[in-house]
DNA sequence: GTCTATATCGGGATAGAC
DNA sequence: GTCTATCCCGATATAGAC
């Protein structure tokens, strides 16, 4: 049946995407996530092809959640200043919906982007190119400064993945004194303000 | 000659860095690190007990070097805003002069901190103190709203790591309109301007 | 589509000579 | 301290029955 079919592979999907965030994908290995997917190793290997088949499944679904979600943003409209910060929480919410996502995504980060295909790249770029826009925007309604959007993006990215993926590591620190007792919420609150403060034109 | 065997473990150390931050702890492999410092893969075992007593002697001299300069920012003094500059600027330094560090941490991060031990820990938890001083004089003074230094941390962090790792990443899609074609000094002062914007304390 | 069994190989680690 | 040769396990991938 299909429908079992369906069932098995978004197990797979699930437990391997758990497993490429713990470990990597040299450090995964295919036994584990069979065995935790409850399904066979001979599977997967006929529904992805290979380890990297299935790797890539995983970052083609969440780019085109990604894409969609900031298309989503620019769509609804609003000020620029808005926009930029819906910006963030729609980043947000696609990492929150997609926990293991993160960690994945440092990792590949760290690789030089080796499991970086078009596709992946396209969706990329979207982004990019709509964030850009967005700053376009606020320059010319007088209330940004110029700032190239990657740099923006590092600042919005790269708070959200390393607080998202680090989940692990500050559970094992949470004793601490100024332990990282956050929550995500907050997070994003703070990353609109920087962001926001980071493009801002100043006013003294 | 202690010498020779001086320079050995240094040519190792590089090695070993160039390599754990392009594949990881897993994807790294002790052959080639032995190959690219011109070394015997037996003496890498002999002066380091372990591919990972390998990887932590790297990451102790990291953290001990960044605490070593988050300590020189405090004691220098200042105003808090300025002190608060100096902190990003002193983070970005010594990633800056370990490449391959960036990369290293970010992976570190996704594995949930598996290889970060006491002393390490140690490292760490003196930065964030010195940080949450820092904040502290800002609130005394007037000048900064309260914040959580693991907070403030992550905005630091997140993007100097985020883009300093991700050097080979930009390195393939430089072709690209709005391409990431940004200085490590841009970088530096937006996230300065984003850091501070985020803890001042609105005057509007 | 799902399973078992297995081919095959790469890599961490060590023994032991010099 | 430095080298060669080797043990040995674990992991990807596939063959082939059902």
């Known amino acids: 049946m299909a429908r079992n079919a369906d069932a098995s592979r978004a197990r797979i999907r699930a437990s391997a995407a758990t497993e490429f965030a713990a470990r990597g994908f040299d450090g995964a290995t295919v036994d584990r996530i069979a ?3 409850r399904a066979n190793k001979a599977m997967i ?23 969609d979600a900031v298309r989503a943003v620019r769509e ?3 000020a620029p200043e808005a926009q930029l910060a819906a910006y963030v929480e729609a980043i947000a919410r696609v990492g929150a ?3 293991h996502f993160p960690a994945i995504w440092l990792r590949e980060v760290a690789e030089g982007g080796r499991h970086v295909d078009v596709t992946v790249a396209g969706h990329f770029r979207e982004v990019l190119t709509l964030l850009g826009h967005i700053l376009a925007e606020g320059v ?21 993945t390393l607080f998202m993926a680090s989940r692990p590591l500050r559970a094992r620190f ?12 907050a997070v994003v609150r703070h990353v609109q303000t920087m962001v926001l403060g980071g493009v801002a034109r100043q006013t003294t």
Do not use: C, W
């Open 35 to 37: 065995l935790k997917a």
């Open 45 to 67: 290997y006929y529904h992805f092809k290979s380890k990297a088949g299935l790797y890539n499944a995983i970052l083609h679904d969440t780019f085109a959640a990604m894409a």
């Open 76 to 78: 609804s409209g609003g």
């Open 97 to 99: 919906e997609r926990p």
């Open 140 to 160: 010319a309604a007088g209330t940004m400064r110029p700032a190239h959007p990657f740099l923006v993006q590092m600042g919005v990215v790269g708070p959200l």
């Open 174 to 185: 949470a004793h601490l004194p100024h332990g990282p007792d956050v929550s995500i919420d």
